[in-house]
């Protein structure tokens, strides 16, 4: 039988498709949730679970931005047959981005002992939860808000791309809030900085996913339940996508900030009492 029921999978498909891209941590909310159902959080079944359904949020970057990324793909073809194509900044992207995940990649193969370990404990994500809104009000407030899209660089992509190793050491940080403090700091503007955490994490949590299938289908983790949870990871993930460009477009990120102090403070009293464990 599955470690983890259709019903579990529902619920923890919606958790993870409405703060994949929200800066608030989907590793530590699916962590918490987990903890809350009773489903075993180190179970390698469940770490498995976990990486495939961020496919469905993933599926729905690519269909979301379908037009964006095909004129991206379609420049970085066309650079590679004509010399001319490669002054484009859509082909100069697209290598950004693969130059951008490589060291997200390496630390994930060289630290995965570590992170699915000791890392994976919930006290870590409660501090990383904390530790986390403060880089991302600071950064906010440092940030001065006066680059777009298309003036990123080689440098941009490569710091932004670099900081998804806070998410991945430690979990409750935020894959998106870091990439999204990472990019204000570097003075892009809110919808840049989110439009760049959404490009830049497409090839490593496609590549995470892929990576854990196999390990989640042979501990398991049961083909129904990753396929539901899948699908509803999709269909939450982009009415959350959708949600976001908006809102950042006209606030601040100090809804995300408070939201998460307010979580990792009640994840530490959990802990404390005993209702959750590490």
């Known amino acids: 039988m599955s470690v983890i ?22 590793t530590g909310h699916l962590k918490i949730v ?21 496919v469905g949020a ?18 970085w073809g066309r650079g590679l047959r004509d010399r001319e194509e490669r002054y484009h900044h859509d082909y100069k992207f697209a290598w950004w981005v693969i130059c ?27 501090g990383s939860l904390i530790v986390g809104s403060g880089v991302m009000w600071a950064a906010d407030q440092m940030g001065r808000h006066k680059r777009g899209e298309d003036d990123t660089s080689f440098k941009d992509a490569m710091l932004v791309g ?48 892929l990576y854990e299938l196999k390990d989640a289908l042979g501990t398991g983790a049961g083909a129904a339940p990753l396929a539901v949870g899948t699908v509803v990871s999709f269909v939450v993930a982009y009415a959350s996508i959708a949600w976001l460009l908006k809102f950042v477009a006209k606030h601040s990120f100090n809804a995300f900030v408070i ?20």
């Not at 903890?35 to 180190?42: S, T």
């Not at 690519?62 to 004129?71: A, E, M, S």
């Open 162 to 209: 670099s900081s998804q190793i806070l998410a991945l050491l430690f979990p409750g940080f935020s894959r998106s809030g870091a990439t999204m403090s990472t990019a204000l700091i570097l003075d892009l503007d809110r919808v840049a900085a989110t439009r760049l955490s959404f490009f830049l994490g497409i090839p490593a949590l496609t590549g995470a996913g």
């Open 5 to 26: 029921s259709v019903g579990q999978a529902v619920v923890l498909g919606a958790v993870e498709g409405v703060t994949e891209f929200l800066p608030v941590s989907s």
């Open 58 to 75: 993933i599926a729905a970057v690519l269909v979301y931005f379908f037009k964006d990324i095909v004129r991206i793909v379609s420049a």
């Open 259 to 278: 939201y998460r102090i307010v979580v990792g403070v009640l994840l530490f009293g959990l802990l404390g009492a005993g209702v959750l464990h590490s």
């Open 34 to 54: 987990e903890g809350l159902m009773g489903v075993p959080v180190d179970d390698d079944a469940v770490v498995g679970f976990s990486a495939v359904i961020q």
């Open 100 to 126: 951008a995940t490589i060291p997200i990649v390496a630390v994930g193969l060289a630290a995965k002992p570590l992170i699915e370990g000791p890392l994976a404990s919930l006290w870590v994500v409660a």
